[in-house]
């Protein structure tokens, strides 16, 4: 491979590091070619996308951006999930099959760690971060939490308003009797 071959394929990997939000390294042995495009099929499905990396092609790539941290999980056979967007959703993903593979005695995938959102995360971090429920159930569990303290200040401020109406006409009922 001669230096422009290899200054193309870092350009490529800065290219796809920069539209990430989030990336994972797994390591990978024994991977068989049907797993493998399985994997692929199941990472897209989720928004996201893998790809073998020479490791010292990928330090050069990451250098200078938040996923420098990334260097110390590019030792040995290196393959990167690039995550665009929800980062739960593909940690599931790669975690299934690092589990899959654990239980059958077999190497295959492995979590090494990677950066999600800023933050450099080990395999033990990765795994957490693939119990999470996605970012949308996220936000909408929050909205219901903001909401709910207002909605209990209206129906209490409806109910002061009820009872007042309900005064008002009590009183203007006695004096029509009257």
Not at 4 to 25: H, P
Not at 37 to 46: D, G, S
Not at 150 to 172: D, K, M, P, R, W
Request: aromatic share 6%.
């Amino acid at each position: 491979m001669n230096q422009n071959e290899k200054q193309q394929i870092i350009d490529e990997l800065k290219e796809r590091i920069a539209g990430s939000k989030s990336v994972i390294c797994v390591e990978f042995n024994k991977f068989t070619v049907e797993k493998t495009t399985q994997f692929r099929r199941e990472l897209q499905e989720a928004a996201g996308d893998f790809q073998v990396v020479k490791n010292t092609l990928a330090k050069r790539a990451i250098k200078d951006t938040q996923f420098e941290g990334l260097s110390q999980f590019l030792v040995g056979p290196t393959g990167l999930v690039f995550c665009p967007g929800d980062a739960a959703g593909l940690a599931k993903v790669v975690t299934k099959y690092a589990k899959e593979f654990a239980q059958q005695d077999s190497k295959g995938v492995n979590i090494k760690g990677g950066v999600v959102e800023g933050a450099v995360l080990n395999a033990n971090g990765i795994q957490a971060v693939s119990t999470l429920p996605p970012r949308q159930q996220l936000l909408g569990e929050l909205v219901g939490v903001l909401e709910s303290p207002i909605s209990g200040l209206v129906f209490a401020l409806q109910g002061i308003v009820n009872e007042f109406v309900y005064t008002l006409q009590a009183v203007a009922d006695k004096k029509a009797e009257s």
